[in-house]
């Protein structure tokens, strides 16, 4: 087994959305998937049943990006799934990086709610509606975080050499194995340097 990295983490997950004529009524503005990982993000689908303006003439679907202090540069493909016919499915794909000022992306008029309704179409099939997405997060972006220029403090080696500059303080509130290193050269692998 080598120490290469590949260039990305990807991976595609679905979103059944059950009893979705009851998330069309008005007082839903917004409903959220479960939170999901790709990366060192964690994300979560945002979808919008009357629109992303409430107009009530389109359906809006979002990748959200949950813990906005990293930057990921990450293409996506989001979908919505034509149950009678698979391959005549509606898509929306885009290539975005996520921060704190610019935490989702998506789809403002996925497909007109008109379209979608009539069970003739195929989308919905016992009132249950499907959507998926398609995530790659490419790995050199991966540890570029959004810090507001806060200079960095740690340097991480990694076991396939490379160093990366990061922020102790980010790291520390990410993951335990951060909270009980020191020093300001951390060896990945586990060991710590001076």
Request: hydrophobic letters at 40%; charged letters at 15%; aromatic letters at 8%.
């Amino acid at each position: 087994m080598g120490s290469e990295l590949s260039s990305s983490w990807d991976g595609i997950w679905a979103w059944c959305i059950n009893n979705f004529h009851a998330c069309t009524l008005k007082s839903v503005d917004a409903v959220h998937s479960h939170c999901f990982e790709a990366g060192i993000g964690t994300w979560q689908l945002r979808l919008h049943p009357r629109g992303r303006n409430g107009d009530g003439s389109h359906l809006s679907v979002f990748l959200d990006l949950q813990d906005p202090m990293w930057a990921p540069h990450t293409q996506y493909k989001l979908s919505l799934v034509k149950q009678a016919d698979a391959s005549k499915s509606r898509s929306y794909g885009s290539a975005h990086t996520f921060n704190h000022k610019c935490p989702g992306s998506g789809a403002f008029k996925l497909i007109e709610l008109s379209m979608l309704r009539p069970a003739s179409a195929g989308w919905l099939v016992n009132d249950v509606l499907v959507l998926t997405v398609d995530v790659t997060v490419l790995r050199e972006d991966m540890f570029q975080l959004d810090t507001g220029g806060v200079p960095c403090d740690v340097t991480l080696k990694l076991q396939c050499g490379a160093e990366v500059l990061a922020h102790g303080q980010i790291l520390q509130l990410a993951s335990s194995f951060f909270r009980t290193a020191s020093g300001n050269v951390i060896m990945v692998d586990g060991s710590l340097g001076a």
